[in-house]
């Protein structure tokens, strides 16, 4: 059991990373009139989602578990965001 949760703690973090990528990539690709800014999170949250549910249906594990450890990841992923928007701004 503490391997699969392990493994589940090793899958947020690549989920954050993926997660970041693409949303800012998606950011690149869309113009700040497009997207609201305020759902960036929220999008994390549901992309670390559907990642972590792919990873499970793709390794025939448990898909509760990498349903919430993308959730997980997401968060990671749009709490690194916020916080280097805001040192952006504090340093300028």
């Known amino acids: 059991m503490t391997e699969?949760?392990?493994?589940?703690l090793?899958?947020?973090?690549?989920?954050?990373i993926v997660v970041g990528i693409v949303i800012e990539a998606g950011k690149k690709?869309?113009?700040?009139?497009?997207?609201?800014?305020?759902?960036l999170p929220l999008f994390s949250l549901i992309l670390g989602v559907l990642f972590g549910i792919v990873y499970a249906l793709?390794?025939?594990?448990?898909?509760?578990?990498y349903a919430v450890s993308g959730l997980v990841g997401g968060g990671f992923a749009?709490?690194?965001?916020?916080?280097?928007?805001?040192i952006k701004?504090?340093?300028e």
């Open 4 to 8: 699969l949760i392990e493994s589940a």
């Open 10 to 16: 090793i899958e947020a973090g690549a989920i954050a």
């Open 29 to 39: 690709a869309v113009t700040n009139e497009e997207v609201e800014k305020r759902f």
């Open 58 to 65: 793709i390794q025939g594990d448990d898909i509760l578990l």
């Open 78 to 86: 749009s709490g690194v965001y916020d916080n280097v928007k805001s």
């Open 89 to 91: 701004k504090r340093s």
